[in-house]
């Protein structure tokens, strides 16, 4: 065996070496994130609502596949891909399991279809009551507490119920008292604000709008995508599930923005890719933030190669919906 060992020696070795280079290609993981174009997720599939007016067709949000943590084979393979973005992680996200991201985004999304439903019914003149709380969506892990959990609510920082102006005029390096509550029990921890981290506490919060009465019931069916950039066109669809005329007409029509209750949008990530996808998806028509969305979202159009689809800038629900209704040549009732 000895001689035989040594008699192939070289050959052993050569086998050896590039089976360990590709092992370390396929298995050690780089502090980067990747995003890439993603695909369409019809809103009626996890919005539904009992009874609903005709639709010829559905809203539809945009999501991206986003990698981050990838390997050194996965940042190759997408590195001369013309529709992947690459870009380093901040050392604030580099040791975030996928776990805490799946969970984060799961509660961002909630928050999102809460937001949409309460835009949605303000428009339509509908029955809706809400508390606003404020949740931890998402643990850094610079956090010097392993008590607090995803999901658990902010009651007060220091007894300030202003939790936001609490946690900024906490001072660096010192320790603040946080009241939570979760699953009905109520409890309080201390967390240091770290001065060496850019003077943060370690957890990351959304406003969360817990509905108490309704006047249409809804239901949401559990589903992978996380993230709450769908908040404008779960708005869109909301309203036109509830109201008589179709805003669809047969389009395809899809977009990406966050949702205040107050019927402003906000900016999301991913952009130029949710422009891709949607491009290569067939939409007719893409809603994208105002500001520098669309600005990136324009400069991702100009690079398709004849693109049909319209790109429309938005600021607001109503700008979309009053673009719909122009386009049908129908009039809004809103101010």
Not at 196 to 223: D, K, M, Q
Request: hydrophobic letters at 40%; aromatic letters at 12%.
């Amino acid at each position: 065996m000895l001689s035989l060992i040594k008699r192939y020696k070289i050959v052993i070795i050569g086998l050896i070496i590039p089976y360990a280079l590709m092992m370390f290609l396929m298995t050690y993981r780089i502090d980067y994130r990747i995003t890439m174009p993603g695909g369409l997720e019809a809103i009626d599939q996890f919005i539904i609502f009992e009874e609903t007016f005709e639709q010829e067709n559905s809203f539809y949000s945009v999501y991206v596949m986003s990698i981050e943590k990838p390997t050194f084979f996965q940042f190759i393979a997408t590195y001369f891909d013309p529709y992947a973005q690459i870009e380093a992680l901040p050392e604030s996200r580099q040791n975030i399991s996928t776990i805490v991201n799946w969970r984060s985004g799961q509660v961002s999304r909630n928050s999102a279809i809460d937001a949409s439903i309460i835009a949605s019914y303000q428009a339509l003149g509908l029955t809706i009551e809400y508390e606003i709380q404020e949740i931890v969506y998402l643990i850094y892990n610079y956090i010097d507490n392993d008590v607090i959990n995803i999901g658990d609510i902010l009651l007060s920082v220091n007894d300030n119920e202003n939790v936001t102006t609490a946690i900024n005029q906490a001072p660096c390096g010192e320790v603040a008292v946080f009241k939570l509550l979760r699953e009905g029990e109520i409890f309080t921890t201390e967390i240091t604000k770290q001065a060496s981290e850019g003077c943060l506490f370690g957890i990351a919060l959304t406003t969360y709008y817990n509905i108490t009465e309704i006047e249409i019931p809804y239901e949401v069916r559990s589903n992978l995508v996380g993230g709450g950039s769908g908040g404008l066109m779960q708005t869109l669809y909301v309203f036109n599930a509830l109201s008589p005329y179709d805003l669809t007409q047969g389009y395809t029509i899809a977009g990406t923005g966050t949702m205040r209750i107050n019927g402003t949008v906000g900016s999301i990530g991913g952009v130029r890719q949710k422009v891709y996808t949607a491009h290569m998806d067939g939409v007719d028509i893409f809603f994208v933030p105002s500001g520098f969305n669309a600005l990136h979202a324009q400069e991702a159009y100009d690079k398709l190669d004849n693109p049909t689809m319209t790109l429309v800038e938005v600021g607001t629900f109503l700008e979309a919906l009053n673009y719909l209704l122009n386009l049908h040549g129908a009039v809004s009732d809103e101010n």
